[in-house]
Each structure stands twice: as C-alpha cells, then as structure tokens.
C-alpha cells in the first residue's frame, strides 16, 4: 500500500537501522499535470523512495481558499500514488509538513523552485541530520492555477455559444 497514515510512516520510517535514501516533498497536487509529473520525477531520482505529504482539504482550503481543493484528498492521494516515481503518500491537516518532516527524517528534501532553499518548511532538521535541501526548478508554463484559469476562460466562451 502506497498511502499511508501518519502512524503508519511513523512506524514505517521512524526506526533505527532503516536503509536507504529518503526523499520528501510536500504540497497540495491539486490538478495533477506535467509539470509535477516532471518534478516528482526528479525528486525520486535523489533518491531510493520518495515521499509525498500531500495537504489535506481542510488545509488546501485553508492555503489557496474556499474553492480548492478541486479534487478530494482521496482522489488527489490515488493519483499521486499511481505514479511509478512515488513510493508513499502520506496526509497532513497541518499548513505546512514540518510534523511528518520530524517523524520521517528524510536525508533529501525538495520543494520546487519557487521556493529559494532558506525558506523551506523543515530545512533546519534535514540538514541538522547531515542531509541536503534543494530548490528544484520547475517546468516553465505549468500550474494548477493557470489551469483552473484556462477552464474557467473556455467556461465563459462556451457559455457564449449557447452550450456548457
């Protein structure tokens, strides 16, 4: 099973003697497309087992607004956990994954390169343990909210003919 509980991860990862490298990211993954195809991609490759801490709706709700999450946690969970490159999922209720960056104790941490490396959620921890914190950079042209914005544009032309 590739989703799992917080108990679960913890039981999972928080033990002595565990192997190999542990990559984390973290975010909402919303509307899954290319451009975090691509970065989950290149997470796992840093790595032996990557894992993802998705928000949950109530905290996507609380980060992007009353109308996100589009998908459920459920839906969105299954989508990420489809993916050849993502080992586990895991979902947090908190605004950010600081909790699950404590009980995983990742030696990589990733976030896109929207976000410079001082400001990653978990940063002092990782690299407290010897690991590393990268910014990776993400594929131009790509975001859930452009989509929404694109979907809504050709919404309101369509409407315009007459048809929805």
């Given amino acids: ?21 542990v990559v984390f990211t973290n975010g909402c993954f919303d509307i899954l497309h290319a451009g975090h195809v691509d970065y989950l991609q290149r ?3 840093l790595g032996d087992l990557l894992v993802v801490g998705m928000n949950s709706d109530d905290s996507v709700r609380r980060l992007k607004g009353e109308c996100r999450p589009i998908n459920s946690e459920q839906d969105r969970a299954a989508v990420l956990a489809g993916l050849e490159c993502v ?12 909790e699950l960056i404590r009980i995983i104790r990742p030696q990589v941490l990733v976030k896109g390169g929207d976000w410079p490396v001082e400001r990653i959620v978990g940063r002092e921890i990782v690299q407290g ?8 950079e993400l594929l131009p042209g790509y975001s859930t909210t452009g989509i ?4 809504l544009s050709m919404h309101g032309r369509l409407s315009s003919r007459g048809t929805s």
Wanted: proline share 4%; no cysteine.
């Fill in 43 to 45: 997470a796992r490759a």
């Fill in 87 to 98: 080992d586990r999922v895991v979902i947090f209720d908190e605004e950010t994954p600081l």
């Fill in 148 to 151: 929404i914005k694109r979907i």
């Fill in 129 to 136: 343990d010897g690991g590393r914190v990268l910014s990776l």
């Fill in 1 to 21: 099973m590739k989703i799992l509980s917080r108990e679960e991860i913890a039981e999972e990862y928080n033990r002595p003697g565990r192997e190999g490298i």
